[in-house]
């Protein structure tokens, strides 16, 4: 299996653009988390999916941000306007929800907003 | 709030002597936890992993102990080798959902 996929692997946009990252889990995976890193806060968890629904969008920073998941193979993160504060590296993972075992981290996307 | 911690954002070990990596939580419903091993560039890969029913879990060099009572964790790596020098998050969930990081531990191996 390819693992989980994010593309792009950089992006460089400037403030008020919008900002759109993308996500596919691994297959058979159920449930999709998105995380951002910062050295403040770690591994901060933005929403997770199960079964394409958005369980717990509660660590979304703001409405600036949206996340969707129309089908089971396919997320994206939107920042609407993007903010130099939103700079850092998002991470999608996933995980077979039958084991809860752990998560799968794709290589995230590093975003700088200028 | 930060519900998992690790207080030492750094740490440094010289190869072949034991590394210690400390993990405090706050939510004594988590009763899964797991250690996740980051290079720079890439995505935090799995290590290891405990459940809340044993407080000890051993896989090689590393080995995670649990401590419920004082809700902290810790990792040990015996020998340490300077492939292992990483970003080590500690991780928390609970019912298998929600996964919550903390802020992670620099190690860095001296050879």
């Known amino acids: 299996d390819a693992g989980v996929i994010q593309s792009p692997r950089h992006e460089v946009t400037e403030m008020g653009q919008e900002v759109t990252l993308r996500c596919k889990p691994i297959?058979?995976?159920?449930?999709l988390f998105w995380y951002r890193q910062t050295m403040m806060r770690g591994l901060e968890l933005l929403i997770y999916?199960?079964?394409?629904?958005?369980?717990?969008d509660s660590g979304m920073p703001e409405d600036r941000f949206s996340a969707k998941m129309p089908n089971a193979s396919f997320s994206t993160l939107k920042i609407q306007p993007s903010e130099p504060r939103d700079s850092a590296v998002y991470f999608c993972?996933?995980?077979?929800?039958?084991?809860?075992?752990?998560?799968?981290f794709g290589s995230g996307t590093q975003l700088s907003v200028l | 709030d930060q519900q998992v911690k690790q207080n030492s954002p750094s740490l440094s070990v010289q190869e072949g002597r034991i590394s210690i990596l400390n993990c405090d939580y706050t939510?004594?419903?988590?009763?899964?936890f797991l250690w996740y091993k980051k290079y720079p560039a890439e995505g935090p890969t799995f290590l290891i992993s405990?459940?809340?029913?044993?407080d000890k879990n051993e896989d090689g060099r590393f080995t995670v102990f649990l401590n419920k009572s004082a809700k902290h964790l810790s990792l040990h790596i015996v020998p340490s080798q300077p492939g292992d020098s990483a970003v080590y998050f500690c991780?928390?969930?609970?019912?298998?959902?929600?996964?919550?990081f903390g802020t992670g531990t620099s190690l860095t191996v001296i050879p």
């Open positions: 999916f199960n079964n394409n629904v958005p369980i717990d």
């Open positions: 405990i459940s809340s029913i044993k």
């Open positions: 939510n004594s419903m988590f009763d899964y």
């Open positions: 993972a996933s995980i077979d929800g039958s084991t809860n075992e752990k998560l799968f």
């Open positions: 297959s058979g995976h159920n449930s």
């Open positions: 991780a928390a969930s609970y019912s298998g959902n929600q996964f919550y």
